[in-house]
């Protein structure tokens, strides 16, 4: 197993994760990094436990508005209303008597 060593508001961790598993480790790594030094400087002064339980907080957020946003269905398509049948033929014999109107000027 490989050893990867974090960093996270700060600090340093070692851990143990799956072989061909440390990037993916490392940007998620990254991505509780930045949301630590988020807490760290929107808070200021704050221990270890509490800046990682506002950078989980401020994820845990941000996962469940993607999966509000991924839940709501999109709008139907915008379809065309259907035309009658008699209308379509009523604009088409328009249509030719204007046409025959023109023909004959």
Known sequence: MPN??????GRHYDIHCEEGEEAHIGRLAAR????????QAA???INEVRQLLFAALM???EAGNAATAAATPAPPPRVAP???????????ARIEA???KIAQS
């Open 32 to 39: 509780v990094d930045a949301k630590a030094r988020d807490a």
């Open 4 to 9: 990867l060593r974090l960093e996270i508001g």
């Open 98 to 100: 204007l046409a025959s």
């Open 82 to 92: 259907a035309i009658d049948e008699e209308v379509i033929d009523w604009v088409a």
């Open 43 to 45: 808070i200021g002064g």
């Open 59 to 61: 994820l845990a957020d």
